[in-house]
């Protein structure tokens, strides 16, 4: 049933597109972000949902009136360079030019995706639109993880959902700290009272979630966010003293279990996690120093990397 329900809004939703390229654009963030198939277990887990709305945008672009050039803004800029480089980097990639290829395309896939966006997405009430769908395809999992997070007293461990690039407690927790200013913008310029209750409520909530996800790095990630947050206010003093209090309020109210996790952060030579991704990092850094141009390429994550720049000889 729930493989027919989201086909068929997926469909309505591609009907649409063909009358306004602006939906395509919501419905491929939508789509991406929170992969909805995730939560069906029949033929929808597999359908290719984003490849079709982002031909159908595409075709839908075409045709319409409703689009503009492409912003030369030096966002668009930096963006059009970053693309360029990549490209050029994926030619002196360390790993198989098979698994260069396929991340290449993968990559360049989004980033064309969000060039189509800048030019359907043509006004400010667009725009927000866009942010309501960004944000809340997100947030979705940051609120179920707090409500989450308070039904086990912060014993469960919260996790995104499985198959995505969101699956792994650590991917999500940084992308719910991303995530906080984007919930914080539409709150500060929400008219309505009740929705701006109701984000204050999810911004507490995606809070709860982060430590939930009992990440230590997402912890510290957190606390960074809280303060930039309460210095960018508009009251910056009242609200950093408001966050002060509520995130230590937040992590008194974890178990014990969760304390020792964090306390981990103080003997990291001790734990094996901590060490690999130091271990990472070096091996990262030193394929950077060794090649400061086109560095490791796409999937500097295989053996051949680590084979040749990691810290310690035959680790890999």
Do not use: C
């Not at 992969?35 to 595409?58: C, I, Q």
């Not at 901590?274 to 141009?293: C, E, G, K, Q, Y």
Request: aromatic fraction near 12%.
């Amino acid at each position: 049933m729930r493989d027919v329900i989201l086909t068929a809004i997926v469909g309505a939703l591609l009907v649409l597109i063909l009358r306004n390229p602006a939906i395509g654009a919501y419905t491929w963030a939508w789509l991406s972000l929170m992969n909805p198939h995730r939560f069906t277990f029949g033929f929808a887990s597999t359908m290719p949902f984003a490849l079709a709305t982002a031909v159908v945008t595409g075709f839908a672009f075409a045709l319409t009136r409703r689009r503009r050039a492409l912003p030369m803004t030096g966002i668009v800029w930096l963006l059009l360079i970053q693309m360029f480089w990549m490209s050029v980097t994926s030619l002196f990639a360390i790993a198989t030019q098979d698994a260069v290829l396929d991340r290449w395309i993968f990559v360049m896939k989004i980033q064309v995706m969000l060039l189509l966006t800048f030019m359907v997405v043509l006004d400010a009430k667009q725009i927000r639109t866009l942010v309501w769908v960004v944000t809340m395809s997100v947030a979705y999992y940051g609120i179920k993880g707090g409500v989450f997070t308070i039904t086990t007293g912060g014993s469960g461990r919260v996790w995104g959902p499985a198959g995505s690039m969101l699956e792994g407690n650590n991917e999500l927790a940084v992308a719910l700290v991303m995530l906080m200013p984007m919930l914080y913008f539409l709150w500060q310029t929400e008219p309505k009272p009740w929705l701006r209750k109701a984000l204050v409520a999810s911004l507490a909530l995606v809070a709860l979630s982060i430590l939930g996800s009992q990440s230590r790095g997402a912890l510290l990630a957190l606390l960074a966010m809280g303060l930039l947050l309460g210095l960018k206010s508009k009251r910056p003093a009242l609200t950093s003293i408001l966050i002060l209090i509520l995130v230590p309020l937040a992590i008194a109210f974890m178990p014990d279990s969760w304390t020792s996790r964090m306390d981990t952060m103080r003997t990291y030579q001790q734990d094996d996690s901590a060490m690999s991704r130091i271990w990472t990092w070096t091996t990262l850094w030193n394929a950077a120093v060794d090649r400061p141009l086109v560095g490791a390429g796409f999937r500097a994550d295989t053996q051949a990397v680590f084979k040749a720049y990691a810290p310690v000889e035959g680790v890999y």
